[in-house]
Protein backbone atom coordinates (compact mmCIF):
# COMPACT_ATOMS: atom_id res chain seq x y z
CA UNK A 1 0.00 0.00 0.00
CA UNK A 2 3.00 2.14 -0.32
CA UNK A 3 2.45 3.95 3.12
CA UNK A 4 -1.28 4.90 2.56
CA UNK A 5 -2.78 4.50 6.02
CA UNK A 6 -6.88 4.09 6.79
CA UNK A 7 -8.21 3.42 10.30
CA UNK A 8 -9.55 2.28 11.67
CA UNK A 9 -9.08 -1.24 9.96
CA UNK A 10 -12.08 -2.49 11.39
CA UNK A 11 -15.23 -0.69 12.67
CA UNK A 12 -19.08 -2.15 14.11
CA UNK A 13 -21.35 0.05 13.70
CA UNK A 14 -25.16 -0.77 14.94
CA UNK A 15 -28.15 0.74 12.14
CA UNK A 16 -28.48 4.78 12.85
CA UNK A 17 -25.06 5.19 14.18
CA UNK A 18 -22.56 7.52 12.28
CA UNK A 19 -19.17 6.01 10.66
CA UNK A 20 -16.53 7.89 10.07
CA UNK A 21 -13.38 6.74 7.98
CA UNK A 22 -10.07 7.82 7.84
CA UNK A 23 -7.74 8.18 4.97
CA UNK A 24 -3.71 10.00 5.05
CA UNK A 25 -1.88 9.78 2.46
CA UNK A 26 1.65 9.36 1.23
CA UNK A 27 3.13 12.96 1.65
CA UNK A 28 3.02 14.74 -1.51
CA UNK A 29 0.13 13.06 -3.07
CA UNK A 30 -2.44 15.29 -3.06
CA UNK A 31 -5.20 13.64 -4.68
CA UNK A 32 -7.47 11.18 -3.02
CA UNK A 33 -9.91 8.63 -4.09
CA UNK A 34 -12.72 7.07 -2.30
CA UNK A 35 -13.68 2.95 -3.28
CA UNK A 36 -16.40 0.91 -2.03
CA UNK A 37 -15.99 -2.73 -2.53
CA UNK A 38 -18.69 -5.26 -1.76
CA UNK A 39 -18.24 -8.80 -0.64
CA UNK A 40 -17.20 -10.95 -3.92
CA UNK A 41 -17.20 -7.59 -6.35
CA UNK A 42 -15.22 -5.49 -7.77
CA UNK A 43 -14.00 -1.85 -6.61
CA UNK A 44 -16.41 1.07 -7.09
CA UNK A 45 -15.97 4.77 -7.12
CA UNK A 46 -17.30 6.69 -4.96
CA UNK A 47 -15.40 10.41 -4.86
CA UNK A 48 -12.49 11.79 -5.82
CA UNK A 49 -11.03 14.80 -3.43
CA UNK A 50 -7.70 17.08 -3.90
CA UNK A 51 -7.20 19.21 -0.87
CA UNK A 52 -10.18 20.76 0.06
CA UNK A 53 -11.87 20.80 -3.01
CA UNK A 54 -14.42 17.77 -4.23
CA UNK A 55 -13.80 17.28 -7.56
CA UNK A 56 -15.90 14.59 -8.40
CA UNK A 57 -18.77 12.52 -6.72
CA UNK A 58 -20.72 11.33 -8.44
CA UNK A 59 -20.24 7.68 -7.32
CA UNK A 60 -21.50 8.93 -3.76
CA UNK A 61 -25.15 8.05 -2.77
CA UNK A 62 -27.23 11.18 -2.57
CA UNK A 63 -28.04 10.83 0.76
CA UNK A 64 -25.93 10.14 4.30
CA UNK A 65 -22.45 10.37 2.28
CA UNK A 66 -20.18 12.63 2.51
CA UNK A 67 -16.27 13.32 2.18
CA UNK A 68 -13.54 15.70 2.94
CA UNK A 69 -10.30 16.62 2.32
CA UNK A 70 -9.27 19.75 4.37
CA UNK A 71 -5.73 21.46 4.25
CA UNK A 72 -4.35 19.72 7.59
CA UNK A 73 -5.12 16.39 8.01
CA UNK A 74 -6.68 12.79 6.68
CA UNK A 75 -9.50 13.12 4.24
CA UNK A 76 -12.65 11.47 6.08
CA UNK A 77 -15.77 9.46 4.20
CA UNK A 78 -18.38 9.69 6.68
CA UNK A 79 -21.61 7.88 6.91
CA UNK A 80 -24.62 9.32 8.67
CA UNK A 81 -27.38 6.50 9.91
CA UNK A 82 -26.10 3.79 8.73
CA UNK A 83 -28.03 0.91 7.39
CA UNK A 84 -26.68 -3.19 6.85
CA UNK A 85 -26.51 -2.45 2.98
CA UNK A 86 -23.21 -0.11 3.97
CA UNK A 87 -21.54 -3.27 4.90
CA UNK A 88 -18.36 -3.45 2.58
CA UNK A 89 -14.74 -2.63 2.57
CA UNK A 90 -13.70 1.18 1.78
CA UNK A 91 -11.10 1.62 0.22
CA UNK A 92 -8.97 5.24 -0.11
CA UNK A 93 -6.41 5.57 -2.91
CA UNK A 94 -3.78 8.81 -3.49
CA UNK A 95 -1.76 9.35 -6.22
CA UNK A 96 0.85 12.49 -7.34
CA UNK A 97 -0.54 15.39 -9.01
CA UNK A 98 0.59 14.53 -13.12
CA UNK A 99 0.86 11.00 -12.85
CA UNK A 100 -1.74 8.20 -12.86
CA UNK A 101 -0.75 5.52 -10.63
CA UNK A 102 -2.78 5.14 -7.55
CA UNK A 103 -1.88 3.77 -4.71
CA UNK A 104 -4.12 2.19 -2.12
CA UNK A 105 -4.70 1.59 1.61
CA UNK A 106 -5.63 -1.38 3.28
CA UNK A 107 -9.09 -0.37 3.47
CA UNK A 108 -11.31 0.08 6.26
CA UNK A 109 -14.10 -2.91 6.90
CA UNK A 110 -17.73 -1.48 8.19
CA UNK A 111 -19.73 -3.90 9.39
CA UNK A 112 -23.19 -2.52 10.43
CA UNK A 113 -25.18 -4.32 12.65
CA UNK B 1 -22.67 -1.24 -16.18
CA UNK B 2 -19.17 -2.69 -15.41
CA UNK B 3 -16.44 -1.11 -17.49
CA UNK B 4 -14.26 -4.06 -16.99
CA UNK B 5 -15.06 -7.63 -17.40
CA UNK B 6 -12.52 -10.14 -16.56
CA UNK B 7 -12.63 -13.58 -18.02
CA UNK B 8 -12.32 -16.52 -16.43
CA UNK B 9 -14.23 -15.76 -13.25
CA UNK B 10 -11.86 -18.57 -11.19
CA UNK B 11 -8.91 -20.02 -12.85
CA UNK B 12 -6.96 -23.00 -10.47
CA UNK B 13 -3.73 -24.05 -12.41
CA UNK B 14 -0.86 -26.19 -10.97
CA UNK B 15 2.15 -24.48 -9.81
CA UNK B 16 4.68 -23.43 -12.57
CA UNK B 17 2.24 -23.28 -15.31
CA UNK B 18 1.05 -20.08 -17.28
CA UNK B 19 -1.98 -18.24 -16.09
CA UNK B 20 -3.80 -15.74 -18.29
CA UNK B 21 -6.52 -13.41 -17.33
CA UNK B 22 -8.38 -11.71 -19.92
CA UNK B 23 -10.36 -7.93 -19.12
CA UNK B 24 -12.59 -6.39 -21.56
CA UNK B 25 -14.32 -2.64 -21.55
CA UNK B 26 -16.57 -0.89 -22.90
CA UNK B 27 -15.51 2.81 -23.38
CA UNK B 28 -12.51 4.80 -24.49
CA UNK B 29 -9.52 4.56 -22.27
CA UNK B 30 -6.69 6.76 -21.35
CA UNK B 31 -4.70 3.74 -19.21
CA UNK B 32 -5.34 0.19 -18.54
CA UNK B 33 -4.07 -1.24 -15.12
CA UNK B 34 -3.84 -4.43 -13.24
CA UNK B 35 -4.14 -5.02 -9.39
CA UNK B 36 -3.58 -8.16 -7.16
CA UNK B 37 -5.81 -8.38 -3.79
CA UNK B 38 -5.02 -11.09 -1.13
CA UNK B 39 -8.37 -12.55 0.39
CA UNK B 40 -8.92 -9.75 2.79
CA UNK B 41 -6.48 -6.92 1.92
CA UNK B 42 -6.19 -4.18 0.14
CA UNK B 43 -5.14 -3.92 -3.80
CA UNK B 44 -1.47 -4.12 -4.95
CA UNK B 45 -0.90 -2.44 -7.98
CA UNK B 46 0.93 -4.42 -10.80
CA UNK B 47 1.26 -2.53 -13.95
CA UNK B 48 -0.39 0.04 -16.09
CA UNK B 49 -0.37 0.08 -19.88
CA UNK B 50 -1.42 3.31 -21.57
CA UNK B 51 -3.80 3.31 -24.30
CA UNK B 52 -0.90 4.08 -27.00
CA UNK B 53 0.74 1.05 -25.87
CA UNK B 54 0.66 -2.43 -26.82
CA UNK B 55 2.48 -4.50 -24.67
CA UNK B 56 4.42 -4.14 -21.12
CA UNK B 57 6.68 -6.49 -19.28
CA UNK B 58 7.21 -6.12 -15.28
CA UNK B 59 9.40 -9.16 -13.82
CA UNK B 60 7.01 -12.63 -14.56
CA UNK B 61 4.11 -10.24 -15.74
CA UNK B 62 3.14 -10.19 -19.16
CA UNK B 63 0.37 -6.95 -19.94
CA UNK B 64 -1.24 -6.70 -24.11
CA UNK B 65 -3.63 -4.13 -24.49
CA UNK B 66 -5.68 -4.08 -27.68
CA UNK B 67 -7.51 -1.11 -27.89
CA UNK B 68 -9.68 -1.98 -31.41
CA UNK B 69 -11.20 -4.61 -29.35
CA UNK B 70 -11.26 -2.82 -25.80
CA UNK B 71 -9.68 -5.52 -24.18
CA UNK B 72 -5.74 -6.95 -21.95
CA UNK B 73 -4.84 -9.83 -21.00
CA UNK B 74 -2.46 -10.15 -18.33
CA UNK B 75 -0.16 -13.12 -18.02
CA UNK B 76 1.50 -14.67 -14.69
CA UNK B 77 4.39 -16.90 -15.69
CA UNK B 78 5.97 -19.83 -13.62
CA UNK B 79 3.23 -19.30 -11.09
CA UNK B 80 4.12 -19.81 -7.23
CA UNK B 81 1.58 -20.91 -4.60
CA UNK B 82 1.84 -16.77 -3.91
CA UNK B 83 0.24 -15.61 -6.50
CA UNK B 84 -2.91 -16.92 -5.35
CA UNK B 85 -5.05 -13.91 -5.05
CA UNK B 86 -7.60 -11.89 -6.66
CA UNK B 87 -6.72 -10.20 -9.79
CA UNK B 88 -8.76 -6.88 -10.70
CA UNK B 89 -8.19 -5.02 -14.06
CA UNK B 90 -9.15 -1.25 -14.21
CA UNK B 91 -9.66 1.47 -16.20
CA UNK B 92 -9.02 5.18 -16.18
CA UNK B 93 -10.91 7.24 -19.23
CA UNK B 94 -10.47 11.16 -18.09
CA UNK B 95 -7.46 12.85 -18.43
CA UNK B 96 -7.10 14.87 -14.84
CA UNK B 97 -9.56 12.77 -13.53
CA UNK B 98 -7.71 9.52 -12.47
CA UNK B 99 -10.86 7.81 -11.36
CA UNK B 100 -10.56 3.83 -11.97
CA UNK B 101 -13.55 1.46 -13.08
CA UNK B 102 -12.95 -2.14 -11.74
CA UNK B 103 -13.96 -4.78 -13.37
CA UNK B 104 -15.56 -8.10 -11.16
CA UNK B 105 -12.01 -10.02 -10.90
CA UNK B 106 -10.35 -12.72 -11.73
CA UNK B 107 -9.64 -15.68 -8.34
CA UNK B 108 -6.61 -17.53 -9.00
CA UNK B 109 -5.62 -20.32 -6.84
CA UNK B 110 -2.27 -21.90 -7.96
CA UNK B 111 -1.88 -25.36 -6.74
CA UNK B 112 0.98 -26.47 -5.21
Known amino acids: NAGVMQNPRHLVRRRGQEARLRCSPM?????VYWYRQLPEEGLKFMVY????????ESGMPKERFSAEFPKEGPSILRIQQVVRGDSAAYFC???????????FGPGTRLTVL | SQQGEEDPQALSIQEGENATMNCSYK?????LQWYRQNSGRGLVHLIL?????REKHSGRLRVTLDTSKKSSSLLITASRAADTASYFC????????????FGTGTRLTIIP
Open chain 2, 49 to 53: IRSNE
Open chain 1, 49 to 56: LQKENIID
Open chain 2, 27 to 31: TSINN
Open chain 2, 90 to 101: ATATNFGNEKLT
Open chain 1, 93 to 103: ACLRSGTDTQY
Open chain 1, 27 to 31: KGHSH
